[in-house]
């Protein structure tokens, strides 16, 4: 393995540093599909939203759970699962003022948790970290 590629003390290897920059990369872009959720939740309370923004905001949550759910955020993750629900019930029984106030309270938690996730998550307990050698011995 090269040098640059292995733990030395406390300090940051190469593959961190890159895990931190697709992490932050990630985390970007989910504020910015939060945004998009966000403009379609106020279409949606206003009475004027659109098939096409609706799909928008749709898919945009839909990436946001998988993005989040890949680097270990399980909070925004089921955020971002509860706003793909929500805005895929079009026929629900809900009706669209409220499901907005809904998605409204939603998105102000997802953005809270994303703001949070500056900091890179924590093993979840249970979490079996053997096996996985030097890369998760700071973990531990």
């Known amino acids: 393995m090269s040098a640059d590629l292995t733990r030395s003390g406390g300090e940051e290897t190469a593959v961190d540093a890159a895990m931190a920059a697709f ?8 504020l910015a599909r939060v945004e998009v959720i966000a403009d379609a939740l106020h279409a949606m309370g206003d009475g004027e939203l659109t098939e096409e923004v609706r799909l928008g905001a749709f898919g945009d ?56 996730s500056a900091v890179a998550p924590a093993p979840a307990a249970g979490d079996d970290l053997s096996g996985n050698g030097d890369v998760c011995a700071h973990l531990t």
């Open 23 to 30: 992490r932050d990369r990630a985390r970007d872009r989910n």
């Open 61 to 116: 949550a839909h990436s946001l759970a998988g993005s989040a759910g890949t680097f270990g955020f399980a909070d925004a993750s089921s955020l971002g699962r509860e706003l793909e629900a929500l805005l895929g019930d079009v026929d629900g029984a809900e009706d669209s003022s409220t499901r907005a106030e809904r998605g409204g309270r939603l998105v102000v938690r997802l953005r809270e948790v994303l703001a949070d």
